[in-house]
C-alpha cells in the first residue's frame, strides 16, 4: 500500500443526484468507471444544499418526493490517473463542475495490510 503515500492528486466533480448517463445515475456510473479504471479511491457525498451555475438553491425538502441535490464525487490517485480519467469520462458530464488539487496521503490501511 506504499504506492498510495505522499502526495497525490484530487479531483472533486460536483454533480446534481438527478443527472444521468444511459438511464443510469451518473454518479453511480463514474463510480464504476473508477474501480474499473483500477484508481486509488473515490468518495461520494451528498450535500444537503448547494448553488451552483444557474444560481438555484438546491436543498432537502421534506415534503418534495424528488430531491434534486448536490454530490460531489472525489477521487485520488497520481495525477497523471486521475488526469487520464477525467479527460476519458468527461463526455458524460452535461453540466458539473470539477476542481483538482493537492492532496497528501500520511495513511492508507485495508483490513489486508498491516503497514
Not at 446534481?16 to 438511464?23: I, W, Y
Not at 474501480?35 to 486509488?40: F, K, N, T
Not at 469520462?89 to 500520511?106: A, K, N, P, Q, S
Request: glycine letters at 8%; aromatic letters at 10%.
Amino acid at each position: 500500500m506504499k504506492r498510495y503515500l505522499g502526495v497525490k492528486k484530487a479531483a472533486r466533480i460536483y454533480l446534481d443526484n438527478s443527472d444521468t448517463f444511459e438511464g443510469k445515475p451518473l454518479w453511480q456510473v463514474l463510480m464504476n468507471k473508477v474501480r474499473q479504471e483500477g484508481l486509488a479511491g473515490a468518495t461520494l457525498y451528498k450535500a444537503a444544499a448547494g448553488i451552483g451555475a444557474h444560481t438555484q438553491l438546491h436543498t432537502f425538502e421534506i415534503w418534495s418526493l424528488s430531491q434534486k441535490l448536490p454530490v460531489i464525487l472525489e477521487i485520488i490517485d497520481d495525477e497523471e490517473k486521475v488526469l487520464e480519467f477525467l479527460k476519458k469520462y468527461d463526455g458524460m458530464i452535461g453540466e458539473g463542475l470539477v476542481t483538482f488539487c493537492d492532496v497528501e496521503v500520511l495513511k492508507y490501511k485495508s483490513a489486508s495490510t498491516f503497514e
